[in-house]
């Protein structure tokens, strides 16, 4: 996203109302970065740990170190943020991830939030 806003200036240094107050708009360029998701995975008591890290690996790219010390955490702390995305990237691994676990017949949750 982005919009310029104005930037009224008077074209002279004096602040008189003389002649040399002639009206002078720049234009500044302001960025607005889009929010941003984390993508979160829970813990539970059923999904085993082999099919999680299996998930880290495939949906988010991790090696399996990687993969099994994330997992280690939701394991041990019960949530953990595994990735950072725009809307409609988050909302996709979500997706994928909860269609994984349901296929596989696990009780595996995925969920986002905005930062
Ligand atoms: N707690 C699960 C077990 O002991 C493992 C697990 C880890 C499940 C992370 C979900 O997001 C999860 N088998």
New binding site residues.
Partial sequence: MSAHVPIITMSGANDDDDADSAVVTKTRARTKRPPLYKVL?????????E??VAVLERFFGMSHAQAFEI??T??KKGV?VVGVFSHEIAETKVAQVMDFARRHQHP??CTMEKE
Avoid at 41 to 49: A, C, E, G, I, R
Wanted: proline share 6%; glycine share 0%; no cysteine.
């Fill in positions: 995975l829970l813990n539970d008591d059923y999904t085993p740990m099919f999680v997992m280690l939701v394991h953990a595996l949750q």
